[in-house]
């Protein structure tokens, strides 16, 4: 399937909800994401506006030539380092490639910038993915909010580096 690679925009609030609300909904959501499902679907019209619009934090979709989207990566740039956050795949476009090419956009994005982005333990599938892409443990961890026995590691694509292709 191919797909067109874009930053979303303040027009696309109502898709981007969509997808957001799907990819909190997913069995997977509890190891992907930390933002609960209950909270997102409260936000306003605003709310998911300016998350369209990008600023300070862009978000690529994943669109088919029917304007369907399947999947999105989120990015932002901190203190010169870049994080990729919000990865998902809706399940009818997992294994297509689309996560590869939505991972090199934002890496793209990222300008040269060291990437980093966490996966959660028990999230193998991402963790393999990532590493696929050239993404090394950084040796961070942290405590998953809702279980402290679980972590979220940190992965870092070194500054310079280009994603294995």
Avoid: C
Avoid at 57 to 82: C, D, K, N, P, S
Avoid at 117 to 127: D, I
């Amino acid at each position: 399937m191919a797909y067109t690679i874009r930053q979303t925009r303040r027009a696309d609030w109502e898709k981007l909800r969509r997808l957001r609300l799907a990819a909190l909904q997913d069995p997977v959501a509890p190891v992907a994401f930390y933002e609960p499902y209950e909270e997102a679907v409260r936000l306003t019209r605003g709310d998911w506006e300016r998350r369209a619009s990008g600023g300070r934090q862009v978000t690529f979709i994943g669109e088919t030539e029917h304007g369907e989207w399947g999947g999105m990566v989120g990015a932002y740039v901190r203190l010169g380092i870049a994080y990729v956050i919000g990865v998902y795949m809706l399940p009818e476009h997992r294994g297509t490639g689309l996560a590869r090419q939505l991972m090199e956009a934002a890496i793209d994005w990222a300008g040269g910038h060291e990437v980093r982005l966490r996966v959660h333990q028990n999230n193998p599938r991402a963790a393999r993915f990532y590493a696929s892409l050239g993404f090394e443990p950084t040796g961070d961890r942290d405590a998953d909010p809702r279980d402290p026995a679980l972590h979220a590691y940190e992965l870092a694509l070194r500054s310079g580096s280009a994603p294995r292709r």
